[in-house]
Structures are given as C-alpha cells and as structure tokens.
Antibody, heavy 118, light 107 residues
Framework: QVQVVQSGAEVKKPGASVKVSCKAS????????MHWVRQAPGQRLEWMGW????????RYSQKFQGRVTITRDTSASTAYMELSSLRSEDTAVYYC???????????WGQGTTVTVSS | DIQMTQSPSSLSASVGDRVTITCRPS??????LNWYQQKPGKAPKLLIY???SLQSGVPSRFSGSGSGTDFTLTISSLQPEDFATYYC?????????FGQGTKLEIK
C-alpha cells in the first residue's frame, strides 16, 4: 500500500541541526511532490516547504528560508528535511506528506518529534 | 504569503447536528482549497480537495463548497468520530498555507 515512513524522534541542543527522513513506498516516488509540515505542541499546522521529487526543485516558506533544506534520493525513494540553527521554538512534530494530483496532501507520515533543549 | 482565516476557531455541537466551517483566503485562490481533519496525536487526514471533491474513503456526510475567497466545509450529521480539529489549506500558490484550525467539540 502507499505509505511514507519517517525516521525516529530526535533530541537536539540549541544551535544544532536535525535531518529527518521520509521513505516512500507503494507508488512511483518521482511522480509526486513531497511537503513538510510541522506542528508545535498545541499549535496549528505550519507548512515549511516542498520538493518536486522528479526534478528536485524546492520551495520554502519565507519563515524558514535560509534554515531549511529539503532534498531527495530517488534511488532510495526518500525525502529529507534538514533544519539548522535550532532553537527551543522548533520543538514540534514534523510531518512529510505526499501531494496528490488534485493538490491535496493525501498520504502523511507518522510524524517525527524533534525536541530542542539544552 | 496568502493568509487563511477560518471561523469559528472552536465550535460545540451535538451528535446529529449539521455543522459548517468557513475558510477565507486573503486573496482569490480559485478552487485550490483543501480540507483536513486531525485527531489528537495523529497526522492530518485529507477530506476534501479542490474545494468540493471528496477524497476516496471519506464519508459522504462531509462536503465542501466555494471558490475565490469564500469556502465552507459542511458535516451534514455529526458522528462521534467527527470531533476533531479541521484545517483548510490553499494550494493555489507554490507557497502553501494552512488556516489556524477549527476545533469541533462535543456539546
């Protein structure tokens, strides 16, 4: 079945970087874009950026521009999101989500909890 | 960025009620509007895409309408499993944005 599976929880110190992976299966990875969305505790969904898995083109939210990098490895059907210069406000659950042909995000990962604490 | 404003922010309703949630973008987005349901501790679930198309497997009591700058999500007869938080999201711009969410609670 179509699914995306994310890497496990991370604990990082302020100033560090984190890289979260998102492995896709059950469909042709390069046929769909992959989005990254985060949710701080008790807060709304926040869109971070996306990658065209076919050609590697990316777009980032202005809020994260300069701190976030989204990449993909087509041979491994995996997308990655790296966030640098972490601060406590980056503590959140990070999701990857596949974009379907209709424009919605139809398949979501299980979420990766990133905790930033000294 | 296109700002998405949902109303109300929270809503109390009873099983069997008809409920409507509104989403208004800061500029026209044609029909590039999607709705999601999220339950505590779970990933969001796509309900409606392109403003009014029901995602496969989603019960028909959910419906979406609207275009431009005014959209609605309607649940025709609330079921116990529908109590959750609902988000709208625009895919008109390559810079996506979500609404602030509407928490639907049991009265």
């Amino acid at each position: 079945q179509v699914q995306v599976v994310q890497s496990g929880a991370e604990v990082k110190k302020p100033g560090a970087s984190v890289k979260v992976s998102c492995k896709a299966s059950g469909y042709t990875f390069t046929s769909n874009a992959m989005h990254w969305v985060r949710q701080a505790p008790g807060q709304r969904l926040e869109w971070m950026g996306w990658i065209n898995a076919g050609n590697g083109n990316t777009r980032y939210s202005q809020k994260f521009q300069g701190r976030v990098t989204i990449t993909r490895d087509t041979s491994a059907s995996t997308a990655y999101m790296e966030l640098s210069s972490l601060r406590s406000e980056d503590t959140a659950v990070y999701y990857c989500a596949r974009e379907d042909g209709g424009g919605g995000m139809d398949v979501w990962g299980q979420g990766t909890t990133v905790t930033v604490s000294s | 960025d296109i700002q998405m404003t949902q109303s109300p922010s929270s809503l109390s309703a009873s099983v069997g009620d008809r409920v409507t949630i509104t989403c208004r973008p800061s500029q026209s987005i044609s029909s590039y509007l999607n709705w999601y349901q999220q339950k505590p501790g779970k990933a969001p679930k796509l309900l409606i895409y392109a403003a009014s198309s029901l995602q496969s497997g989603v019960p028909s009591r959910f419906s979406g309408s609207g275009s431009g700058t005014d959209f609605t999500l309607t649940i025709s007869s609330l079921q116990p499993e529908d109590f959750a938080t609902y988000y709208c999201q625009q895919s008109y711009s390559t810079l996506c944005t979500f609404g602030q969410g509407t928490k639907l609670e049991i009265k």
